[in-house]
Each structure stands twice: as structure tokens, then as C-alpha cells.
């Protein structure tokens, strides 16, 4: 066992405080992580403070890692000591379960999450808000030389919450695609979209950010608050990616699907949203869908191709004595884009 040190919630709703805890040594299959940077998901928010049920105390957040190689165990073979690398949101799966997909695997029984989880021998799993992880090689995933670490972390998640649902709903040249919200979330799926040649629209309260939405490659932004936008929107897009976790009336934005339109939900409001009428789906053959984050597999893809267009996170780099303010400042919608802690930082 080695010694880690990070930062953990002792109990639902405590501030993160200093840590220390132990990871294994490196098995046969393993390799082990100097952890450089992790961002900061809203998700590690809901469950420090226990607002989704289950949670582990004490916990150590982060499932949006980016390191380098300091060990590997005898049987890796897909890494090497200076590796760049990165560890997502689970790090274990069922792999001998009847039901066991590779491309699905993120929705299939067993997953092990990189944070409040528990490996197969029951032990607790503690994540990236620490200096170093210990990762079986089939659940670490290499992060392409030209992507700087700190900008990368954030793929890890947002990157792949975004790039799994336009990926499978097929956006591209001659599809509209527009996504509401321009956050830690919205902001990757404009430049993702953008990328992969789709005509990218962003739906947003106010105009705030909107030179930030064209900048990241939107065509058109819209504010949301105009409720004329939802007359001369109607029947125009594709796909509607809806990153926000506020309750909106679905309704309203059904309404601007094509024919065989699809919107699919990636944000998780808190509280219930308004009923759907069964009529704005009917009357064009619609689709209400979800999505969550996606396979190993899939998410090299998607570093893959963010490397290939050198895509990465907007950010805002925090030392890590500055995590409680910086969840009170996500809450407030208070960063553009996305905040990232800087491991050194626990020296």
C-alpha cells in the first residue's frame, strides 16, 4: 500500500478538507497514476453532499483525471512510465456478466465508479481530488501529446457526456444541432459539434455569453428569455442536447425538432419538470432520449478526436484549498467553463 493525500467530504453537506488515505500497490494488470490535474463536474457536487442517495464517507471527489505514468505492473502492455493519461468516471466493469456490452458498458451492471464506489473486494474507491491512483490498464485511457493536461481533464466527462450523444444521434455536415445551455457541459458540445460539421446553435437564458458560443464555433445563438425565439426556431433542428440541470419545460423546446427530431437529456434537473404533451411528440414523430457519459472505448475515440482537432476544455485553474468556494461558485453559474484543480497544489 502507498499513502495518498487529498481532500475528502467527511459527511453530507461538510466542507472538503484535508485527506489521507491508502491505495494499493500495483497489481499485474495495473497501472499507477502521478495525478497532475482534475476538474471539478457538478456530479462530484450532488454526491459530496449526498443529494442523489448512497454516498460513501469519507469521499474523495474526481472523476476527471489527467497524470502521467509512474509505474506500470507486469502484464500492461498499452502504457509506459511518462505516459500522458487520464482516468474517467468508472474503473471497473463486469466482464464476465451475460450482459456485458464493450460499447454499452457504461449502462450495463457492475460498473465500478472512480468515486463512491466499491471494487469487487468491497474496499472504497476514493478519486482525483489526490496526488496519485492506482488503475486496472483497461480503464485508462491515453490523452494525445498536443492536449495540455489541465485542459484535458475536463474530457473526461464533459467531453465524453457531449461527444457519446452526437456521436450516436449522427450530427454532422447537413444536420442542425443545437444545445441549450453554454456551460461546463454546453461548451463542449459546441465545439465538438462544430467539428464534426454540424450546423451548431446555442440556446441560452440571456446573450451573455454569446460571443463565447460563436467563438466556440455556434453558427447562431438565441436567448431563450426572448420567447420569440421559440416561434421562429420551430421545426428547424435535428438534435437538441439539453445540458442544463434546471427544470425547463421540455415542451417548449420539443417544439423546435424536425420531423424525426431528437432531444437528449444530459443535465439532471433536481426537481420534477413539467409534464410532456403527448401531442408535441406525436405530431412530428419526435424523440425524448438520454444519454450518460459512454464506454472506455468511446472515450478514447473522443480524446482521439479532440486531439485530432485540438479540442479541449475553456478553464479555470484552482489550487485545491479553493474547492469548497469553487462549488459555491458552480452552483451560482459563477466560471466559463469549467474549474480544474492543480494537484501540486497539495504540496
Not at 471539478?40 to 448512497?54: F, K, L, M, T, Y
Not at 459539434?193 to 463565447?212: I, N, W
Not at 427544470?247 to 423546435?256: F, Q, S
Not at 419538470?273 to 468511446?298: H, V, Y
Request: negative net charge.
Amino acid at each position: 500500500m502507498t499513502l495518498a493525500r487529498g481532500y475528502a467530504a467527511s459527511a453530507a453537506k461538510e466542507k472538503l478538507q484535508p485527506f489521507s488515505f491508502e491505495r494499493r500497490t500495483p497489481r499485474a494488470d495495473d497501472v499507477a497514476i502521478d495525478i497532475k490535474f482534475c476538474g471539478v463536474c457538478h456530479s462530484d457536487i450532488h454526491q459530496a453532499r449526498d443529494e442523489w442517495g448512497g454516498a460513501i464517507f469519507p469521499m474523495v471527489p474526481g472523476h476527471e483525471i489527467a497524470g502521467v505514468v509512474t509505474a506500470v505492473g507486469a502484464d500492461v502492455t498499452k502504457f509506459k512510465v511518462g505516459d500522458h493519461v487520464g482516468v474517467g468516471c468508472f474503473v471497473d466493469s463486469c466482464t464476465t456478466c451475460g450482459t456485458r456490452h464493450v460499447d454499452l458498458e457504461q449502462y450495463m451492471p457492475g460498473l465500478v465508479q472512480t468515486y463512491n464506489g466499491r471494487e469487487a473486494d468491497g474496499t472504497a474507491t476514493y478519486g482525483g481530488y489526490s496526488d496519485h491512483i492506482v488503475v486496472k490498464e483497461g480503464y485508462v485511457l491515453s490523452i494525445p501529446d498536443n492536449l495540455p493536461l489541465d485542459k484535458a481533464a475536463p474530457l473526461l466527462c464533459a467531453g465524453i457526456t457531449l461527444y457519446s450523444p452526437l456521436h450516436h444521434w449522427k450530427a454532422g455536415p447537413g444536420k442542425k444541432v443545437a444545445i441549450i445551455g453554454l456551460g461546463g457541459l454546453g461548451h463542449m458540445g459546441v465545439k465538438i459539434a462544430h467539428a464534426m460539421g454540424a450546423d451548431v446553435t446555442v440556446l441560452s437564458q440571456s446573450l451573455s455569453k454569446q460571443e463565447d458560443g460563436l467563438r466556440f464555433g455556434a453558427a447562431s445563438y438565441y436567448a431563450t428569455s426572448d420567447k420569440s425565439t421559440f416561434t421562429k426556431l420551430a421545426g428547424q433542428f435535428d438534435l437538441i442536447i439539453n445540458t442544463v440541470g434546471a427544470v425547463i419545460d421540455w415542451n417548449d423546446y420539443l417544439a423546435l425538432l424536425k420531423i424525426d427530431g431528437t432531444m437528449t437529456l444530459v443535465g439532471v434537473p433536481d426537481d420534477a419538470t413539467p409534464p410532456i404533451n403527448a401531442f408535441t411528440l406525436i405530431g412530428g414523430r419526435r424523440t425524448l432520449a438520454g444519454s450518460m457519459i459512454g464506454s472506455i472505448k468511446e472515450t478514447q475515440e473522443m480524446l482521439d478526436f479532440c486531439g485530432k482537432h485540438n479540442i479541449a476544455s475553456e478553464i479555470e485553474v484552482i489550487n485545491i484549498d479553493q474547492v469548497n468556494e469553487a462549488y459555491e461558485r458552480v452552483l451560482k453559474s459563477d466560471v466559463r467553463y469549467r474549474f480544474v484543480i492543480d494537484i501540486a497544489s497539495l504540496a
